[in-house]
């Protein structure tokens, strides 16, 4: 029934598209479609001759038991005409079995010109490059842009995740993984498909991106490498695939987690990571007594990443750590926290703390200038003073945390200090 069903979506589409190849009209589709709204021509204005089909491929992808996308890449050649650029017009038609009938939810047709000569080397080559990328990793998954369907094997997936996976679009896979399978400390990794920051990869020429992040699998989390590899269209403007191909790095994972400076650093800024930096803090408090404890974040950080993009966040925490490690001693603590959070401890008493940290947050106000775009950049932080060695990490992260949140009400580029922890021992 599945085999019958499948080729009866297939059929169908071949009559649709070659009725539309002849005609140029898309009311050859309404018959079957819901809503004529969502039949989509996107660059249109290159078909305008008369031609004649010279290859065509379906692939249909099931995504449940009566619903199946299917795809079609059909070469025409303009009749009577003796140049070798053809065009190739690619259809994405997501169908439904209702009712013993076939029904359209959507029609994209896209259009680009091709030469014939290449066609099926192309072809070829992509198939060969394909299981290449299977032989080398557990799951290879598939992103056509133009079509905007996501293409994996479903069993293939089942086998390493250990759980059902029915997606059809990108979208939906990279948020459900993201909500319900990636480990919190983990999700900031994967914030890289804003429309600007591939755009700026694309601009860049960086078209590979990898990361290592816990997924869950079974009751238990298993460290996994992430590659996503974005393919840019001729042009170099935009993505017309993106590739996602993961493999099973517990093992590895594991090994690299011996070396006891891996496990310390935080990957992005290079400083110590939150568990180190409150290791470090809490003995620097058991051995000296007096200090300064310190948070601070950047303002506006979150709309930051939203008008200009997640790699230039990730260049501003660069810059910003870059200036606080020049600016302490190697008594003093530093590390970031998560995100756009840092925490500081300096050795010392307490009017010399106050001083050298006022300087740390004059640095720490300057512009960044990107496509001749100015961002001024300013950070806001909550201070709590150290005295004895009674205090905690965690006490005096409250305390500090709670006089971040009143810098933030006064405004950018404030600081404020817990009034609790300015309280001499003495006197309690």
Not at 86 to 109: A, G, H, P, Q, T
Not at 161 to 178: Q, R, T, V
Not at 339 to 359: A, H, M, P, T, W
Request: hydrophobic residues 35%; aromatic residues 14%; proline residues 0%.
């Amino acid at each position: 029934m599945r085999e019958d069903l499948y080729q009866l979506f297939i059929d169908t589409v071949k009559n649709a598209c070659e009725k539309y190849i002849a005609t140029k009209d898309t009311s050859v589709f309404f018959d079957k479609i819901t809503d004529p709204s969502k039949v989509f021509e996107i660059n249109k204005t290159i078909f305008t001759k008369t031609y004649d089909i010279d290859s065509a491929n379906y692939q249909g992808y099931l995504t449940n038991d009566i619903k199946c996308n299917v795809i079609a890449q059909i070469l025409v050649t303009e009749q009577e005409s003796k140049s070798s650029d053809n065009i190739m017009i690619d259809f994405s038609i997501l169908c439904s079995y209702v009712d013993e009938k076939v029904i359209y939810e959507s029609v994209r047709i896209s259009f680009s010109k091709k030469i014939n000569a290449l066609v099926i080397d192309e072809t070829m080559n992509y198939s060969v490059y394909k299981k290449a990328l299977k032989y080398m990793n557990d799951v290879v998954m598939e992103f056509d842009v133009t079509h905007n369907v996501l293409i994996y094997d479903k069993q293939e997936y089942f086998d390493f995740f250990h759980h059902e996976a029915d997606y059809s679009i990108m979208d939906e896979w990279f948020w459900n993984l993201c909500t319900n399978y990636l480990h919190k400390d983990d999700v900031e990794k994967l914030d890289m498909f804003r429309e600007i920051d591939i755009l700026k990869r694309i601009k860049n020429h960086d078209y590979v991106f990898m990361t290592h992040v816990r997924v869950k699998r079974d009751n238990d989390y298993i460290w996994t490498k992430i590659i996503f590899v974005f393919i840019p269209t001729d042009d170099k403007k935009y993505v017309e695939r993106v590739f996602i191909l993961i493999q099973d790095y517990s093992s590895a994972m594991a090994e690299r987690m011996t070396n006891l400076m891996y496990a310390r650093i935080d990957s992005l800024t290079q400083t110590w990571n939150r568990r180190y930096s409150e290791e470090l803090i809490a003995n620097r408090i058991k051995n000296n007594g007096n200090g300064l404890f310190c948070i601070f974040d950047v303002d506006d950080f979150r709309n930051i990443n939203e008008t200009f993009g997640h790699i230039t966040g990730d260049q501003l925490l660069k810059q910003i750590s870059y200036i606080v490690c020049e600016s302490i001693t190697e008594d003093d603590v530093f590390g970031r926290l998560g995100s756009d959070e840092f925490v500081l401890y300096l050795k010392g008493e307490y009017n010399e703390c106050i001083n050298r940290f006022n300087s740390i947050m004059l640095k720490l106000k300057f512009n960044y200038y990107e496509n001749e775009q100015k961002i001024k950049i300013e950070c806001s932080a909550g201070l709590a003073k150290i005295q004895g060695r009674r205090s905690s990490f965690n006490e005096l992260y409250e305390s500090a945390d709670a006089a971040l949140h009143e810098a933030k009400r006064l405004g950018k580029g404030n600081y404020k200090i817990s009034l609790a922890s300015l309280i001499d021992e003495d006197d309690e």
